[in-house]
């Protein structure tokens, strides 16, 4: 069963970074979008997960949960190269939009 998902999981995870980052401008427009967000998002999520230490059930994994650890870490390693290409593409978008907000600041 998890071969089937993995290239959905894949597909899905996409330039993930990006799409949350400029999502997430319009739950958090004091913060969000950021120029170059994506990558910045990826690697935050890659450091915690690598510093985080977090064990799955205890330490006792699973071949399902390995196939699942290694997925993620796959999607992890290849998003931010893609999330790079995607926030590139979206800097006409993202260096008015954070500009605007740090001028807001400053007021």
């Known amino acids: 069963m998890m071969r089937g998902m993995l290239p959905i999981m894949l597909l899905a995870a996409t330039g993930c970074g990006t799409v949350c ?3 997430g401008g319009v739950a958090h ?10 990558v910045i998002r990826d690697l935050d999520i ?3 997960a690598i510093n985080g230490g977090g064990q ?3 330490g006792a994994a699973g071949k399902e949960e390995a196939a699942l650890v ?3 870490v796959a999607i992890a390693v290849g998003d ?10 979206t800097l006409p978008i993202t260096i008015p ?3 605007r ?6 007021d």
């Open 101 to 106: 907000r740090i001028a807001r600041e400053k």
């Open 56 to 58: 799955i059930n205890g």
């Open 46 to 48: 890659i450091d915690s």
């Open 21 to 23: 980052n400029l999502a």
């Open 29 to 38: 427009p004091d913060k969000e979008p950021m120029v170059y967000g994506g």
């Open 80 to 89: 931010p190269i893609i999330s790079f290409v995607a926030d590139t593409i």
């Open 70 to 72: 290694a997925c993620i």
């Open 97 to 99: 939009l954070q500009e």
